[in-house]
């Protein structure tokens, strides 16, 4: 899918951000976001969503749902862009009618080469991103802006490691698992 329409770019974390450039809209808040969509009728919605802050999350999980319960803006299609991967996150996502997630990884494109040139494919269709994520995956909340990642698999207390969780737990080879085919739960 490419983009005809302006691209309107919703990032909490930037600050210096001006209005209106190259077909771009550029807003730093979530009242921005929904004026300027209301007001643009942008081709797409870009919510960058940060790791460090789950209020500021569940601000945009609700930007979402209002953007799509809104009769101008249901119809544009929202992509999340995220720096990490969670299963939980991603359902929220798509209860609140998103589309689209792309993974800002560090390494292929990010969010300044989606801003230049923004697309989705097939691939960034959230119902795929879900696939990819096994369903036994729980995020703990440690404090305000930190989560721990377990497998209720295993007795629903198993603390996963960056290598696991990546290896396995966070690809289409999660269903190898020996947890994910017999899993153990406490009784």
């Known amino acids: 899918m490419e983009l005809n329409a302006p691209l309107l770019i919703c990032d909490i974390k930037e600050t210096d951000l001006k209005g209106e450039q190259l077909n771009r809209l550029y807003t730093t808040s979530p009242l921005q976001c929904l004026n300027q969509a209301v007001q643009n009728l942008p081709g797409m919605i870009l919510i960058c969503l940060p790791q460090e802050s789950m209020q500021r999350r569940k601000d945009l999980l609700e930007l979402c749902t209002v953007l799509k319960g809104n009769q101008f803006t249901k119809g544009i299609p929202i992509i999340a862009l995220m ?3 969670n299963r939980t996150l991603l359902e929220s996502l798509k209860d609140a009618g998103v589309e689209y997630v792309r993974y800002e990884t ?4 990010g969010i300044e080469d989606f801003k230049r040139f923004p697309y989705v494919s097939e691939e960034d269709r959230i ?3 879900l696939k990819e994520l096994c369903h036994f995956l729980q995020y703990k909340p440690i404090d305000s802006t930190h989560e721990m990642t377990v497998c209720t698999a295993y007795y629903g207390i198993w603390a996963l ?5 990546h290896a396995i737990c966070e690809n289409e080879q999660h269903r190898e698992c020996p947890y994910y085919k017999n899993p153990k739960f406490a009784e």
Do not use: A, Y
Request: glycine fraction near 20%; hydrophobic fraction near 15%; proline fraction near 7%.
């Open 83 to 85: 720096d990490s991967k």
């Open 161 to 165: 490691g960056f290598r696991r969780l």
């Open 106 to 109: 560090g390494s292929g494109p």
């Open 127 to 129: 119902e795929n991103r």
